[in-house]
């Protein structure tokens, strides 16, 4: 009798890993995809920022050429 409730205990133990098991996994899987939602945004922002970077550059420059245009002027 020890013998049969000993091995539905382990079968009930093994039952229990099995499905914390399947929570895990799942878990895992959860963060898998937000990490990779997470590089996605990363590129885009680096991407971004690059753009930006240009874009500030080329009104720096028109700042600097129309500077050199309305100082040519004399009132």
Same mark, same amino acid.
Request: charged share 25%; no cysteine.
């Given at each position: 009798? &020890?013998?049969?409730?000993? $091995?539905? %205990?382990? /079968?009930?133990?093994?039952?229990? $890993?099995?499905?914390?098991?399947?929570? #895990?996994?799942?878990?895992?899987?959860? $963060?898998? @995809?937000?990490?990779?939602? $997470?590089?996605?945004?990363?590129? =885009?922002?680096? *991407? %971004?920022?690059? #753009? =930006? %970077?240009?874009? /500030?550059?080329? *009104? #720096?420059?028109?700042?600097?050429? &129309?500077?050199? &245009? *309305?100082? /040519?002027?004399? @009132?």
């Amino acid at each position: 009798m &020890l013998r049969k409730a000993s $091995i539905s %205990n382990m /079968s009930a133990k093994a039952t229990e $890993i099995a499905a914390a098991m399947e929570q #895990q996994a799942a878990s895992a899987e959860t $963060i898998d @995809v937000r990490i990779r939602m $997470i590089r996605d945004e990363a590129a =885009t922002t680096s *991407v %971004n920022a690059a #753009q =930006t %970077n240009q874009a /500030s550059k080329k *009104v #720096q420059k028109q700042a600097s050429e &129309l500077s050199g &245009l *309305v100082s /040519s002027y004399r @009132v």
